[in-house]
């Protein structure tokens, strides 16, 4: 119940394409939902999050789609760029109880290639 | 504004050697600090996290050991490497209180050879 699945593996896009990268989960009490971009050598950087009351939420060229009754949400690069090539992690918290720590569930990631 | 430190950024080390790797936050206070290895093309594996000074947690049984000697600092350390240890090691942090992401350090890349 506390794993986030992530697909696919990897994924080769042509630039200017959509790169669309897919997860989902099952423990209902998850209630935050951010995506972390990651380049080779670097830490992990937050990307874009999504709470479970909006079903989209954009910045720039990244937008999250979130379907809460399927329990899947979802990254769209759209007019990907060279730049965007990187790994990518979908990942998951209960919402804060105000005791101990809540964590991060992260998906397996994504290696995205966008190719000129 | 608040950062977090990480080093050092490589480390090659021989099997059977010690190990210390440090974390430090600045500006916040009782963060949760978590340690990560993440295996070359691999996903992220959670080893340590910790809500305050002396609390630790530890997620994998394994070779290594996590130590928060202050609030805002986070070591993690080993008797023994072994070759298996080898990968990127990531310290993060979040805000107690909120509902915000981690915040990654810059990783540490130990080869154990």
């Known amino acids: 119940q506390q794993q986030v699945k992530q697909s696919p593996q990897s994924l080769i896009v042509q630039k200017g394409g959509i790169s669309i990268i897919n997860c989902a989960y099952e423990?209902?009490?998850?209630?935050?939902f951010p995506w972390y971009q990651q380049f080779p050598g670097k830490g992990p950087a937050l990307l874009i999050a999504i709470r479970p009351d909006v079903s989209e939420k954009k910045e720039g060229r990244f937008t999250i789609s979130f379907n809460k009754s399927a329990k899947q949400f979802s990254l769209h690069i759209m007019d990907s760029q060279p730049g965007d090539s990187a790994t990518y992690f979908c990942a998951a918290s209960k919402a804060y109880s105000g005791a101990g720590s809540y964590q991060l569930t992260f998906g397996k990631g994504t290696k995205l290639s966008v190719i000129p | 504004s608040q950062t977090i430190h990480q080093w050092p950024a490589t480390l090659v080390q021989p099997v059977g050697s010690p190990l210390s790797l440090e974390c430090t936050v600045e500006g916040t206070s009782n963060p949760n600090l978590y340690w990560y290895r993440q295996a070359a093309g691999r996903g992220l594996q959670l080893l340590f996290y910790?809500?305050?000074?002396?609390?630790i947690s530890s997620e994998v049984p394994q070779n290594l050991s996590a130590s928060r000697p202050q609030d805002r600092q986070f070591i993690l350390s080993s008797k023994k490497l072994l070759l298996s240890d080898s990968g990127f090691y990531l310290c993060?942090?979040?805000?107690?209180?909120?509902?915000?992401?981690?915040?990654f350090g810059s990783g540490t890349r130990l080869t154990v050879v």
């Open positions: 910790s809500v305050g000074i002396g609390q």
């Open positions: 423990n209902t009490a998850f209630d935050y």
């Open positions: 993060a942090w979040r805000r107690r209180d909120s509902h915000y992401g981690y915040t």
